[in-house]
């Protein structure tokens, strides 16, 4: 809608890229339509799979490099936990790596021209983070029964201002799942939507395309290492709040 | 009726713009969160390695405001 104006008669849309389409053909969407968000989210999660269990396998005291990367992250992650939530939260290590290493495959595999990103899609980050926020809320209700309601009930606050945080508690906790996924989901789709747009700029400038050219890979940088520290504040963001579920209170 | 429609989508895209100075917002903070770790930081770089996630999580916060207003204009701009 608003790339109608063809700039020298090269349109580029930078929001085309986020279109889901069907892999063979068609036009209808089902729920079993194999598309190309499937497609590349089937391969985030075999690359993040196959990474960590190629790299475990031989487990050799001379780690070859797919060993030292897979080793890299898992301890990175467990020390994570361990700093946050100390051993009680090492129970829900599996899950925090999980999460880490789909996030960080699906946003690095986004990064290679012409494929699709998993995590630019609502509906997948918001899944994510429903499911953090349900477990979280779930495990801490199981594990404290009603002294989860401390999460809202600030003790180290003057009494009289108590109701008042906890109104703003409340709003804050329940916000929580929105933030954590339009934030994933905003960055991925952000970056690479500048990345469209500097590319119209090299369309339609002729000789002097270099220079978009030159920011498209000094962007292009920058989104490598948004890739990374997204799925690391997801997956700290998670950590923490399942800190809430672990230790409801103790901040 | 395509008078209306056009004043509509001006609406909505002068909107869109005018959401994305929300973002300006977060880059301050971003700003703020980052230049005060780095001043702590040098005046005792020995606790500096302690407080990179909370740095980290800092600017996450910043930066979600920026995203939120992105996506305003996002909705303004193709969700009509």
């Given at each position: 809608m608003a790339s109608d104006v063809a700039e020298g008669g090269f349109n580029i849309q930078p929001m085309e890229q986020f279109v889901i389409k069907?892999?063979?053909?068609?036009?209808?969407?089902?729920?079993?339509?194999?598309?190309n968000?499937?497609?590349?989210?089937?391969?985030?999660?075999?690359?993040?799979?196959?990474?960590?269990?190629?790299?475990?396998?031989?487990?050799?005291?001379?780690?070859?490099?797919?060993?030292?990367?897979?080793?890299?992250?898992?301890?990175?992650?467990?020390?994570?936990?361990?700093?946050?939530?100390?051993?009680?939260?090492?129970?829900?290590?599996?899950?925090?790596?999980?999460?880490?290493?789909?996030?960080?495959?699906?946003?690095?595999?986004g990064?290679?021209p012409y494929s699709f990103t998993?995590?630019s899609q609502?509906?997948?980050?918001?899944?994510?983070?429903?499911?953090?926020?349900?477990?979280?809320?779930?495990?801490?209700?199981?594990?404290?029964?009603?002294?989860?309601?401390?999460?809202?009930?600030?003790?180290?606050?003057?009494?009289?201002?108590?109701?008042?945080?906890?109104?703003?508690?409340?709003?804050?906790?329940?916000?929580?799942?929105?933030?954590?996924?339009?934030?994933?989901?905003?960055?991925m789709m952000a970056g690479h939507a500048v990345i469209k747009v500097f590319a119209g700029f090299a369309g339609a400038?002729?000789?002097?395309?270099?220079?978009p050219?030159?920011?498209i890979?000094?962007v292009?940088?920058?989104?490598?290492?948004?890739?990374?520290?997204?799925?690391?504040?997801?997956?700290?963001?998670?950590?923490?709040?399942?800190?809430?579920?672990?230790?409801?209170?103790?901040? | 009726?395509?008078?209306?429609?056009?004043?509509?989508q001006?609406?909505a895209l002068?909107?869109a713009?005018?959401?994305?100075?929300?973002?300006?917002?977060?880059?301050?903070?971003?700003?703020?969160?980052?230049?005060?770790?780095?001043?702590?930081?040098?005046?005792?770089?020995?606790?500096?390695?302690?407080?990179?996630?909370?740095?980290?999580?800092?600017?996450?916060?910043?930066?979600?405001?920026?995203?939120?207003?992105f996506?305003?204009a996002l909705l303004l701009m193709y969700a009509q």
């Open positions: 069907p892999l063979f053909g068609g036009h209808e969407l089902n729920w079993y339509t194999p598309t968000m499937t497609l590349w989210m089937g391969i985030a999660i075999l690359a993040a799979t196959l990474l960590l269990i190629v790299g475990t396998r031989r487990r050799a005291i001379v780690p070859t490099r797919t060993q030292s990367i897979a080793e890299v992250f898992y301890s990175f992650v467990y020390r994570m936990v361990e700093d946050i939530n100390g051993t009680a939260g090492l129970k829900y290590f599996p899950y925090i790596l999980t999460l880490f290493t789909f996030v960080l495959a699906a946003n690095s595999l990064l290679v998993t995590t609502a509906a997948i980050t918001v899944t994510l983070a429903l499911t953090v926020f349900l477990s979280v809320t779930i495990i801490g209700i199981i594990k404290n029964g009603p002294r989860f309601l401390k999460v809202f009930w600030i003790d180290s606050a003057p009494l009289a201002l108590r109701p008042v945080l906890a109104v703003i508690e409340i709003i804050s906790y329940f916000v929580r799942p929105v933030s954590h996924s339009i934030r994933l989901m905003g960055n400038l002729g000789v002097f395309a270099v220079f050219v030159l920011a890979m000094g292009l940088a920058l989104e490598v290492i948004v890739a990374f520290i997204q799925a690391y504040v997801f997956a700290i963001l998670t950590v923490i709040y399942m800190n809430d579920a672990l230790h409801p209170g103790g901040h | 009726m395509a008078v209306t429609g056009d004043l509509v001006m609406g002068i909107g713009g005018l959401a994305c100075t929300g973002m300006g917002g977060a880059a301050i903070g971003i700003g703020h969160v980052v230049g005060n770790y780095l001043s702590g930081a040098l005046r005792n770089p020995s606790a500096a390695a302690g407080q990179t996630a909370t740095m980290f999580i800092g600017i996450a916060f910043a930066e979600a405001m920026g995203i939120f207003s996506l305003i």
